[in-house]
């Protein structure tokens, strides 16, 4: 799986929401969010046509997105996996307010257990000592990360968050020994997918995830195993739209008291 695909939909929705009312990127992006199931049953004619605008100025869109043309957005949108059946699955059902809160519920005792520990003060301590920090993750858990990157930022400390893999690629231009890559792949999916540009990187790395992969003790300073399961007995949907920001809270409160401790 291409890790561009991935990010797809996080693109064209920052590109939506970024670019003024009315820009042809604006027009575009708003055109491909309201037809997103169809992407692959799309020509460039219609779109072009529909949104009166050039064929080259639909290509020049493509390539914002990271693809040479509209026909390889087309090619590689029809493997992508954006996990319809899976949130159907876990919005459906009777008494669904019931089971989700208990669902939630079970999750935040566990993961709070889990970072009741001396490795969260550690983890933060890495945090404050690198010279960068980039976290890695999927679009999915982009806008919770993007909290915690402004909260960070408000007492002083700059993190970077990356989505795509030609993001990976360019961090040895601005990375060292001293820099701290934490990688947020629920299903281990992402990180898997690129593991070849992960092994690259000559820095510190830690990785979240509830996935059991040998391979990562081996890639990884740290690994924090979010649940005590193997993924597929877990939700992930609930890791995704929960588990992620009440983690990263929790990572921030240690920021700060580490820091007033320093008195910062």
């Given at each position: 799986?291409?890790?561009?695909?991935?990010?797809?939909?996080?693109?064209?929705?920052?590109?939506?929401?970024?670019?003024?009312?009315?820009?042809?990127?604006?027009?575009?992006?708003?055109?491909?969010?309201?037809n997103?199931?169809?992407i692959?049953?799309l020509?460039?004619?219609?779109?072009?046509?529909?949104?009166?605008?050039?064929?080259?100025?639909v290509?020049?869109?493509?390539?914002?997105?990271?693809?040479?043309?509209?026909?390889?957005?087309?090619?590689?949108?029809?493997?992508f996996?954006?996990?319809?059946?899976?949130y159907?699955?876990?919005?459906?059902?009777?008494?669904?307010?019931i089971?989700?809160?208990?669902?939630?519920?079970e999750?935040?005792?566990?993961?709070?257990?889990r970072?009741?520990?001396?490795?969260?003060?550690?983890?933060?301590n890495?945090?404050?000592?690198?010279d960068?920090?980039?976290?890695?993750?999927?679009?999915?858990?982009?806008?919770?990360i993007?909290?915690?990157?402004?909260?960070?930022?408000?007492?002083?400390?700059?993190?970077s968050?990356?989505?795509?893999?030609?993001?990976?690629?360019?961090l040895?231009?601005?990375?060292?020994?001293?820099?701290?890559?934490?990688?947020?792949?629920?299903?281990?999916?992402?990180a898997?997918s690129?593991?070849?540009?992960?092994?690259?990187?000559e820095?510190?790395?830690?990785?979240?995830?509830?996935?059991?992969n040998?391979?990562?003790?081996?890639?990884?300073?740290?690994?924090?195993?979010?649940?005590?399961?193997?993924?597929?007995?877990?939700?992930?949907?609930?890791?995704?739209?929960y588990?992620?920001t009440?983690?990263?809270?929790?990572?921030?409160?240690?920021?700060?008291d580490?820091?007033?401790?320093?008195?910062?």
């Open positions: 799986m291409k890790t561009n695909r991935l990010s797809l939909l996080y693109n064209i929705e920052k590109i939506y929401n970024e670019n003024k009312i009315g820009s042809t990127d604006y027009q575009l992006a708003r055109y491909l969010l309201e997103y199931a169809d692959p049953r020509n460039i004619y219609d779109v072009a046509e529909q949104n009166h605008m050039s064929r080259a100025t290509r020049r869109f493509c390539n914002h997105l990271g693809y040479a043309n509209f026909k390889e957005m087309k090619s590689q949108f029809k493997e996996e954006d996990g319809q059946e899976k159907v699955s876990f919005y459906s059902g009777e008494d669904f307010r089971v989700l809160q208990r669902q939630i519920n999750m935040i005792d566990e993961l709070a257990e970072m009741n520990t001396s490795e969260k003060k550690n983890i933060v890495r945090l404050i000592k690198a960068e920090v980039i976290i890695l993750a999927s679009s999915t858990v982009a806008s919770s993007r909290i915690f990157q402004q909260n960070l930022a408000i007492f002083g400390k700059r993190i968050l990356i989505v795509s893999e030609d993001e990976l690629k360019q040895k231009q601005y990375t060292s020994k001293n820099s701290l890559l934490i990688v947020l792949s629920i299903s281990g999916l992402l898997e690129l593991s070849d540009e992960i092994d690259k990187l820095m510190q790395k830690v990785i979240f995830t509830i996935k059991r040998p391979e990562f003790n081996r890639q990884y300073n740290k690994i924090y195993h979010l649940c005590g399961q193997d993924s597929h007995q877990v939700n992930e949907v609930l890791f995704y739209t588990g992620i009440f983690v990263l809270d929790l990572l921030f409160k240690e920021y700060l580490i820091n007033q401790k320093r008195g910062h």
